[in-house]
């Protein structure tokens, strides 16, 4: 079981980025996935995650609005449209899959990407 992060960059304040999840070993949907961000000098925080029973997304208060979390089953991939990006969002943004239906705590997934640099500068 892997998951492999893509799509980070450098991007203005008020742009945007998706980024991709893509799963192996598994399908995306058998798995609940989350994104999780770390930024500079601050503890790993979750920012979205999505249930694999019925589709159900969720949110940190800090990105609800703004950041979409989607599942493409045919594509085994999940993103993260990040919208109206703000500096700071910045961090380094992971995927994790989880067997739970839905997980949001860091410890309740079980399968972690390497991590995807994400920089929005102001």
């Known amino acids: 079981v892997h998951v492999v992060e893509s799509g980070g960059g450098l991007v203005q304040a008020g742009g945007s980025l998706r980024l991709s999840c893509a799963a192996s070993?598994?399908?995306?949907?058998?798995?609940?996935i989350g994104w999780f961000r770390q930024a500079p000098g601050k503890e790993r925080e979750g920012v979205s995650s999505?249930?694999?029973?019925?589709?159900?997304?969720y949110y940190a208060n800090s990105v609800s609005g703004r950041f979409a979390i989607v599942r493409d089953n045919a594509k085994n991939t999940v993103y993260l449209q990040m919208n109206s990006l703000k500096p700071e969002d910045t961090a380094v943004y992971y995927c994790a899959a989880s067997r739970r239906n839905w997980a949001w705590r860091e410890s309740e997934y079980e399968y972690w990407g390497q991590g995807t640099q994400v920089t929005v500068s102001s």
């Open positions: 999505i249930s694999n029973i019925n589709g159900n997304t």
């Open positions: 070993g598994f399908t995306s949907d058998s798995y609940a």
